[in-house]
């Protein structure tokens, strides 16, 4: 199971774009690229997946460079709500979270 | 549309008892199933998960053990709690169409473990 990288924190405001980097050098092949967000005594939620290229969704865009050791999910224009733990995971059949990236957004 | 259920939501147990956590899912057949359970303040670990009624995939060892009896059942088990098995358990289900990776999560018990 490729392992995953991503910051343990970061901070925003209300309005700004945000963009979390998550490095996986083992990536295999068949590996997918998917992110979470959990909200505090609540299960993840699923934001988005990608292979390689761009991803977009009505929620976040996902970037995935052609060697694809790395990924970063952008959150545009990000609110008070966005406020939350996010997961980047590589998947093949099975998921496992790591300790995911902390968003805080301020007013 | 899919549902997922797990009981009970709190449970508050003495060191020494037994465990046992339902999850049952609605809406779907043949999921591939999950346990999950996340530390305070930590990351989520997955425990078990399994591909199909009576297959089970233990992730880390540990004094739990799952069960899967029905297609659409999961359970979590344990003869002995210990300390350290306090925290939010989650239990999701993925289906097996395309090549998704959405899981769905159910909404977690709170386990205490005293």
């Known amino acids: 199971l490729a392992k995953t990288t991503q910051p343990i924190s970061m901070d925003s405001y209300e309005g700004q774009e945000v963009n979390i980097t998550c490095s996986h050098n083992n990536i295999a092949t068949n590996d997918y690229i998917t992110w979470y967000q959990q909200f505090p005594s609540q299960g993840p939620r699923f934001i988005i997946q990608g292979y390689k290229t761009k991803v977009t969704n009505e929620v976040a865009s996902l970037f995935i460079p052609a060697d694809r050791k790395s990924s970063t999910l952008s959150l545009p224009r990000v609110s008070l709500s966005d406020t939350a733990v996010y997961y980047c995971l590589v998947v093949d059949y099975k998921l496992s979270f790591g300790a995911g990236t902390t968003v805080t957004v301020r007013a | 549309s899919q549902t997922i259920h797990q009981w009970p939501a709190t449970l508050v147990q003495p060191v020494g008892s037994p465990l046992s956590l339902e999850c049952t899912v609605e809406?779907?057949?043949?999921?591939?199933l999950y346990w999950y359970r996340q530390a305070a303040g930590r990351g989520l670990q997955l425990l078990f998960y399994?591909?199909?009624?009576?297959?089970i995939s233990s992730e880390v060892p540990q004094n739990l053990s799952a069960s899967r009896p029905q297609d659409r059942q999961f359970i979590l088990s344990s003869k002995k709690l210990l300390l350290s098995d306090s925290g939010f358990y989650l239990c999701?289900?993925?289906?097996?169409?395309?090549?998704?990776?959405?899981?769905?999560f159910g909404p977690g018990t709170r386990l205490t473990v005293t």
């Open positions: 809406g779907t057949s043949n999921p591939n």
């Open positions: 399994s591909v199909g009624i009576g297959q």
């Open positions: 999701a289900w993925r289906g097996l169409a395309g090549v998704s990776y959405e899981q769905y």
